[in-house]
């Protein structure tokens, strides 16, 4: 029997197993998903109050289209005698999707241990139980992008807030065109920003920046900058400067390897790539899936063709700015633009339980955000 297998379980992994299971119906073929955890983490989310509510089953998404979880590390992937090996076991493929995600990039500077973050579920509980219970306190995060934003303005809520940014302005791979109203939104809810510096020590107690100054402080969050997992390393190929993989139209990596999710860069569109993100994870994922079963059991492929470009920061009590287009022009602000943003998180939740409803989802490979 054929056997597809499928390395990471999140937006992409758990996407591309269902999707693969579509594919099957009836048909003679192994589908195994590999992945240490039991849950799939809505990383889009651990910026939230309560991080543990961000977190969904796997079994709920996987036993109901009988799909393997075998619950392991993977550390090496052999493309000549197809073979991941995860804990010390190999695990044979016929085809391979390699959806392992990305990891923050972490820096080299003195006190790093001390650093908290919101890249991992674990990651989250640790900064949120350390402030909870605390009045007043004072946060240092450090960068001013996507992931910044979302924890300075959220932490904001409840104390001081200096929001750390190397460049010389807020959001800087966001563009002009949300600039100002985050910079409103900032003012607002008082965080206070240092730009053009960085941290470069963290102290037992605060920090110290690049320029020499220092900002006692109750915690320091580093949210400065993604890579791709270095299982992309294992397969042959040219990569990004995040380290993804580039892929053809049907996502394939390597002849037998597909790739999805933040370890694979693919054309969003003519002139621009994917992003690290679920909007692009779930689609990638669902083709990915769908290509590698297809591939062994003489289904046509599909091109990757995801939906229009969106994004939808949530600025906490100043609401959220929603954008259309890699321009990103502002569409929606304050409450209107949070009322998206608590769809499109209501949105990103897989169905649970239903054969069913998660296959049919698993084919609805572009899903718009019709707003």
């Given at each position: 029997?054929?056997?597809?297998?499928?390395?990471?379980?999140?937006?992409?992994?758990?996407?591309?197993?269902?999707?693969?299971?579509?594919?099957?119906?009836?048909?003679?073929?192994?589908?195994?998903?590999?992945?240490?955890?039991?849950?799939?983490?809505?990383?889009?989310?651990?910026?939230?109050?309560?991080?543990?509510?961000?977190?969904?089953?796997?079994?709920?998404?996987?036993?109901?289209?009988?799909?393997?979880?075998?619950?392991?590390?993977?550390?090496?992937?052999?493309?000549?005698?197809?073979?991941?090996?995860?804990?010390?076991?190999?695990?044979?493929?016929?085809?391979?999707?390699?959806?392992?995600?990305?990891?923050?990039?972490?820096?080299?500077?003195?006190?790093?241990?001390?650093?908290?973050?919101?890249?991992?579920?674990?990651?989250?509980?640790?900064?949120?139980?350390?402030?909870?219970?605390?009045?007043?306190?004072?946060?240092?995060?450090?960068?001013?992008?996507?992931?910044?934003?979302?924890?300075?303005?959220?932490?904001?809520?409840?104390?001081?807030?200096?929001?750390?940014?190397?460049?010389?302005?807020?959001?800087?791979?966001?563009?002009?065109?949300?600039?100002?109203?985050?910079?409103?939104?900032?003012?607002?809810?008082?965080?206070?920003?240092?730009?053009?510096?960085?941290?470069?020590?963290?102290?037992?107690?605060?920090?110290?920046?690049?320029?020499?100054?220092?900002?006692?402080?109750?915690?320091?969050?580093?949210?400065?900058?993604?890579?791709?997992?270095?299982?992309?390393?294992?397969?042959?190929?040219?990569?990004?400067?995040?380290g993804r993989l580039k892929v053809d139209a049907h996502l394939r990596a390597h002849p037998h390897v597909f790739a999805a999710g933040d370890v694979a860069a693919a054309r969003a569109d003519q002139d621009h790539w994917t992003v690290q993100s679920c909007q692009h994870a779930t689609?990638?994922?669902?083709?990915?899936?769908?290509?590698?079963?297809?591939?062994?059991?003489?289904?046509?492929?599909?091109?990757?063709?995801?939906?229009?470009?969106?994004?939808?920061?949530?600025?906490?009590?100043?609401?959220?700015?929603?954008?259309?287009?890699?321009?990103?022009?502002?569409?929606?602000?304050?409450?209107?633009?949070?009322?998206?943003?608590?769809?499109?998180?209501?949105?990103?939740?897989?169905?649970?339980?239903?054969?069913?409803?998660?296959?049919?989802?698993?084919?609805?490979?572009?899903?718009?955000?019709?707003?």
């Open positions: 029997m054929s056997h597809v297998v499928i390395v990471g379980g999140g937006f992409a992994g758990v996407w591309s197993a269902a999707a693969a299971a579509r594919v099957r119906g009836s048909e003679d073929l192994r589908i195994t998903l590999v992945a240490p955890g039991k849950d799939l983490v809505l990383r889009p989310r651990l910026y939230e109050p309560e991080p543990a509510r961000a977190t969904v089953a796997l079994k709920r998404i996987l036993e109901p289209v009988g799909v393997e979880h075998v619950r392991a590390t993977v550390q090496d992937i052999d493309v000549d005698d197809r073979v991941v090996v995860a804990d010390g076991r190999p695990i044979e493929y016929d085809r391979l999707v390699l959806a392992a995600g990305s990891r923050l990039v972490r820096p080299d500077i003195p006190g790093a241990e001390r650093l908290f973050d919101v890249d991992t579920l674990e990651g989250a509980q640790r900064l949120r139980g350390h402030l909870r219970g605390r009045d007043g306190y004072t946060a240092v995060v450090v960068g001013a992008g996507f992931a910044g934003l979302e924890v300075a303005t959220e932490l904001a809520g409840r104390g001081r807030v200096v929001l750390v940014e190397l460049a010389g302005e807020v959001a800087p791979d966001l563009g002009f065109g949300p600039r100002p109203a985050i910079e409103v939104a900032l003012d607002r809810l008082g965080i206070e920003r240092r730009l053009g510096t960085t941290v470069a020590e963290v102290l037992d107690g605060g920090a110290v920046l690049a320029d020499g100054s220092r900002i006692p402080a109750d915690a320091v969050v580093w949210t400065a900058g993604l890579e791709a997992s270095p299982l992309t390393s294992h397969i042959p190929g040219e990569r990004d400067r995040l689609p990638m994922g669902k083709t990915a899936g769908h290509n590698a079963a297809a591939d062994l059991l003489g289904v046509p492929l599909v091109d990757f063709a995801p939906a229009p470009y969106v994004t939808d920061v949530d600025l906490g009590a100043a609401g959220a700015v929603y954008t259309r287009g890699w321009d990103r022009r502002i569409a929606l602000t304050g409450a209107e633009g949070k009322w998206v943003k608590r769809w499109i998180m209501d949105v990103i939740h897989p169905p649970l339980d239903d054969a069913p409803t998660i296959l049919a989802y698993a084919g609805m490979i572009t899903t718009p955000v019709p707003f």
